[in-house]
């Protein structure tokens, strides 16, 4: 598949952003950043379980997988302080990076298993002396029995301050897997007239996703049909939308407003397709809803006016809220915008329950990325709400998703 | 199970009611952890792992590939026999977890401390169990249950979940018939020419359109050379199944939760390479033994010794592990679960993986429940002529 020259010279950090990823030097970088935040905390190594923080540290490739497997026959990264390749140990031998030292990697480990225990410790033994501070995501039970002569802390202190800023390479992945996912939803939505099922949907999308090159996928896809009011919708906690339900082989009716939601992985990193549907051989927005669409590309225009380097997360929900007029324009239990890259949700964090004084210290950089998806309703008449996906440039922004909302238009 | 228990395999309710009781189901599972939590003394059970949470609440919630760190995602408390849920809403919430049973989505910890907090019961806990650890919950830990001694909950689980209901079977042979349906598409699509991640495509749209999305695993079709070494693969590639391949198609599915898969292995196109019938005769000779073995009070040692005794060499893949809300242990294989004992009851997940340079690898994966009287295998397909 071939992608134009869509960064057009866009720069982060000086570098421009390239059309495709330098895979290899994608994950030399990534590497070199948890090294100097391993510096910085004075942690010894890392010990990684879960599935993102893997693809993270090691780069190694995995299919996707319901959590009950992943998490039985897991690949564990570890990473020592000061070497140059993490150890990788995993029963997907194939999806190793092709650049990491046969003596890296290794067969795979148990340590959510009492008869795995001892071999992890030794594996262990072999990298780390006793006493050893490690950052690691997640204590196995038989972790916590068996490994007390290391001192365990949190690895996102050393994790997460690696990820916020993207580098080059990993900004051309994640467009790439947003582009993969834009022209696999083209599909889907060619199939969408009433009748049709739920599920259905995603078999049209997942199908063309994989053979335009995804690595894997991420989330059942959501084609939540939204009641045009709260109260019709499904009872939630805080009496707001209940917003993103599970999808079933509920059928699609005449004039269903959908809120489109689905991601896929490309070589470790997230894409985030959000998009507005309507139900209909013949889809037409009536003007109420080619208001909201409206209203939804004004409140990110907003924050785009003022998005770029040194600009404040709390700056970007007032300018929100005020393009909204005074309303917050996203859910309660969500926000107006996360980044993706190897989570489908991850730091920056902008509008959470985190409150307003976590929004005013995040200060935006080259490199960070941002997902906007702010909502707009009208009780009685639904809502729209979509995604756009941005990354931070050193003078600016620029896009990572693609600019169709059908069957909405863009006013000229 | 006198009745014709594949009357249930369809996914669809009856005008007179589901095929599977799932209230029953719910409710048996339940039943079975509040009698572990009794057993093993426990006030209070914290789950944070997919197919855990599922077992204990039963509710219908989004799927997302992989695994995350533990967090506390449901609640059961001994004292009020209660199950609380991170749900934000009630759709896909069973209805025996009212309103008041659920608590919120949060970013800030702070949030999500005092939601936990609201759960009667749970502060005063003297022992509770978990189904996994973070540096963070063990901060956090103090503050939500004071007094509180933690504790593993796995072998509770575990056992609670080992054993199947007729409810729970006739979820996995729902699940298993979806991936025959697979294994049927992945077939029809096989030929010369077509590459692996376009069969991932086909096993994907032949689920979905059943209804049921979301994979147990993407690793369904992997071709093996003609020539050179032969290698286990997971991942697709984007080479074209060459003339005359070996491709090990080996579809699963998910049906409320709960896996059924198989695997076979077919020619892409029409000339076998040379050996194929040997191969696939060591194939099958391998997994009948390790069938053979699945009986109640066997070890996973019996299963190392049924292969060996086939005089295949030392096993380089999995042999068998339980299914049931997804992959669950024992684990045998890779050196593991030698000391696990099958229970009549229990699901396994059997395959044997046999490769031949020169001609390919060769992979056949049953379902396989361990009955009173034997192993019975649930899935179905057709066998390579021998």
């Not at chain 1, 720069?11 to 330098?22: A, F, K, L, M, S």
């Not at chain 1, 026959?73 to 997907?92: D, E």
Request: proline letters at 7%.
């Amino acid at each position: 598949m071939t992608v134009d020259d869509w960064s057009a010279g866009a720069t982060i950090g000086g570098r421009p952003v390239p059309g495709q990823p330098d895979l290899e030097r994608m994950r030399r970088e990534r590497t070199a950043r948890l090294q100097v935040q391993l510096e910085a905390e004075g942690l010894d190594g890392l010990v990684l379980l879960g599935s993102s923080a893997n693809a993270y540290a090691s780069g190694a490739l995995a299919p996707g997988e319901d959590s009950g497997r992943a998490g039985l026959f897991r690949s564990v990264t570890v990473v020592v302080r000061g070497a140059p390749a993490p150890h990788l140990f995993t029963p997907f031998s194939d999806g190793a990076p092709p650049e990491l030292p046969a003596d890296h990697l290794h067969g795979p480990l148990f340590p959510d298993l009492e008869d795995g225990i001892a071999e992890f410790a030794s594996a262990l033994g072999d990298l780390f002396g006793g006493g050893a501070r490690l950052g690691v995501d997640e204590q196995t039970h038989p972790m916590l029995r068996s490994l007390g002569r290391y001192e365990w802390t949190d690895a996102a202190a050393v994790v997460a301050p690696a990820k916020i800023a993207k580098t080059v390479d990993e900004v051309a992945c994640i467009r790439h897997a947003q582009h993969i996912s834009e022209l696999a939803m083209l599909e889907a939505q060619a199939v969408l007239r009433p009748g049709v099922r739920q599920s259905e949907l995603s078999g049209a999308f997942l199908r063309r996703v994989f053979e335009l090159g995804a690595t894997s996928g991420a989330i059942d896809p959501i084609w939540q049909v939204m009641a045009p009011t709260k109260d019709a919708g499904p009872w939630t906690i805080h009496g707001d939308i209940a917003y993103p339900a599970a999808t079933t082989d509920r059928f699609l009716r005449e004039g269903d407003v959908i809120w489109v939601d689905a991601g896929i992985n490309y070589n470790g990193y997230a894409s985030d397709y959000g998009r507005t549907w309507i139900t209909s051989n013949h889809p037409r927005p009536t003007p109420r809803q080619a208001a909201q669409f409206d209203r939804w590309r004004a409140v990110n225009g907003a924050v785009l006016e003022l998005l770029k380097p040194g600009v404040t997360a709390i700056e970007l929900t007032r300018a929100a809220i005020a393009a909204n007029d005074g309303v917050k324009p996203w859910i309660e239990h969500f926000y107006l915008s996360h980044a993706i890259g190897t989570d489908s949700a991850e730091l920056p964090l902008i509008g959470t329950d985190l409150g307003d004084e976590f929004d005013e210290r995040q200060v935006m950089a080259p490199g960070m990325v941002l997902v906007l998806e702010p909502v707009i309703w009208e009780e009685g008449a639904a809502g729209y709400r979509s995604e756009d996906i941005v990354v931070v440039t050193d003078d600016g922004w620029l896009a990572l998703s693609g600019d169709r909302y059908d069957p909405f238009t863009v006013a000229a | 199970m006198n009745r014709d228990e594949t009357s249930r395999t369809g996914m669809m309710a009856l005008e007179e009611g589901s095929r599977v009781d799932f209230t029953r189901l719910r409710h048996d599972r339940r039943r079975r952890l509040a009698r572990g939590m009794e057993a093993a003394g426990l006030d209070a059970l914290v789950l944070g792992r997919g197919p855990n949470v599922r077992y204990a609440a039963g509710a219908r919630q989004l799927w997302r590939a992989g695994t995350s760190p533990f967090a506390p995602m449901c609640v059961m408390v001994a004292e009020t026999g209660k199950v609380h849920l991170l749900s934000v809403w009630d759709e896909g919430v069973p209805p025996e977890i009212g309103h008041d049973e659920l608590y919120g989505l949060f970013w800030n910890p702070a949030n999500l401390l005092e939601a936990l907090r609201g759960i009667p019961g749970l502060a005063e806990a003297e022992r509770v169990g978990t189904d996994g650890f973070t540096p963070l919950f063990g901060r956090l830990q103090p503050a939500i249950a004071p007094k509180a001694e933690v504790v593993d909950a796995s072998p509770l689980l575990s056992e609670a979940r080992a054993t199947k209901t007729a409810d729970e079977v006739a979820c996995i042979t729902v699940a298993a018939t979806l991936a025959e349906a697979a294994l049927c598409a992945l077939e029809h699509a096989l030929a010369p020419g077509v590459t692996e991640r376009q069969l991932l495509g086909v096993f994907y749209e032949c689920v979905c359109r059943l209804g049921s999305p979301a994979p147990a695993s993407e690793s369904v079709a992997f071709a093996t050379p003609a020539h050179g070494p032969v290698r286990f693969r997971h991942l697709v590639s984007d080479r074209p199944v060459g003339e005359g391949e070996l491709v090990a198609l080996a579809p699963s599915a998910l049906y409320a939760g709960y896996e059924g898969g198989l695997a076979r292995t077919r020619v892409a196109g029409s000339s076998a390479p040379k050996g194929t019938a040997a191969l696939a005769g060591r194939c099958r000779t391998a997994l009948d033994a390790l069938v053979a073995a699945c009986r109640p009070g066997a070890a996973g040692a019996d299963l190392y010794a049924a292969w060996e005794s086939t005089g295949e060499p030392a096993p380089t893949v999995l042999l068998a592990n339980g299914i049931g809300i997804g992959t669950e242990p024992p684990v045998i294989g890779f050196g593991r679960g030698r000391t696990a004992t099958l229970v009549e009851g229990q699901v396994l997940s059997v395959q044997a993986w046999a490769a031949h340079e020169g001609t390919g690898g060769f992979l056949e994966r049953e379902v396989v429940l361990v009955g009173a009287e034997g192993p019975q295998v649930l899935t179905r397909g057709e066998r390579f002529p021998l």
